[in-house]
């Protein structure tokens, strides 16, 4: 497989940095070490040529028992100018499932960390409020790697209280409706 225009820039801007990459069908992918994660993604938000500065997406991998290192975090860019996307790959190892975090370069990671956190187990070092963003914080475990038990039965937590959210008042909103409906009816 060719290596894409961009892989090629790549490749010579960072070197040994890129450990592997592949080109298909317009899809550029590349892996990177996880010590270097940061400072390669300010690369590739900043270089005027590449202008990868949207980050799309963040999800991870679970390789379990069939590929080492465990883990692949996965981060998907865009050029919102010139229109090429970029996936970039960083191994984790299980025994240490951390990354830095990208919060300090997209303020929208936090919230993709968080749901990788949560269904993963993968920590990002330097993120502002690393916690369940999907389930509640007694779950236990981490319900998309390939070794979660799924018949595991999960800590029973009282029903809380949320007097003020949208979803609330859109729920009493609804009750009046239909109450006030029901009462035109007699």
Same mark, same amino acid.
């Given at each position: 497989?060719?290596?894409? @225009?961009?892989?090629?820039? $790549?490749?010579?801007?960072?070197?040994?940095?890129?450990?592997?990459?592949?080109?298909?069908?317009?899809?550029?992918?590349?892996?990177?070490?996880?010590?270097?994660?940061?400072?390669?993604?300010?690369?590739?938000?900043?270089? @005027?040529?590449?202008?990868?500065?949207?980050?799309?997406?963040?999800?991870?991998?679970?390789?379990?028992?069939?590929?080492?290192?465990?883990?692949?975090?996965?981060?998907?860019?865009?050029?919102?100018?010139?229109?090429?996307?970029?996936?970039?790959?960083?191994?984790?190892?299980?025994?240490?499932?951390?990354?830095?975090?990208?919060?300090?370069? +997209?303020?929208?990671?936090? +919230?993709?960390?968080?749901?990788?956190?949560?269904?993963?187990?993968?920590?990002?070092?330097?993120?502002?409020?690393?916690?369940?963003? $999907?389930?509640?914080?007694?779950?236990?475990?981490?319900?998309?790697?390939?070794?979660?038990? #799924?018949?595991?039965?999960?800590? $029973?937590?009282?029903?809380?209280?949320?007097?003020?959210?949208? #979803?609330?008042?859109?729920?009493?909103?609804?009750? $009046?409706?239909?109450?006030?409906?029901?009462?035109?009816?007699?």
């Amino acid at each position: 497989m060719e290596d894409s @225009p961009n892989i090629s820039r $790549l490749r010579a801007r960072l070197g040994g940095k890129i450990l592997d990459s592949h080109a298909f069908r317009g899809d550029d992918t590349i892996v990177v070490a996880r010590e270097e994660l940061r400072e390669i993604f300010r690369f590739l938000k900043e270089d @005027p040529e590449l202008d990868l500065s949207f980050l799309t997406d963040i999800t991870a991998v679970d390789y379990l028992g069939r590929k080492t290192p465990r883990f692949e975090v996965v981060y998907h860019l865009y050029s919102l100018k010139a229109g090429h996307r970029l996936r970039v790959k960083v191994p984790v190892p299980q025994e240490d499932p951390t990354v830095d975090s990208l919060v300090p370069l +997209w303020k929208g990671a936090n +919230w993709l960390e968080r749901e990788v956190w949560d269904m993963f187990g993968i920590r990002f070092h330097g993120h502002p409020d690393l916690r369940r963003v $999907l389930l509640y914080e007694e779950f236990e475990g981490h319900p998309l790697r390939k070794d979660y038990p #799924v018949n595991q039965r999960q800590p $029973l937590v009282a029903e809380r209280e949320l007097a003020g959210t949208f #979803v609330d008042q859109r729920s009493d909103n609804k009750l $009046l409706q239909l109450q006030q409906k029901l009462t035109a009816k007699r």
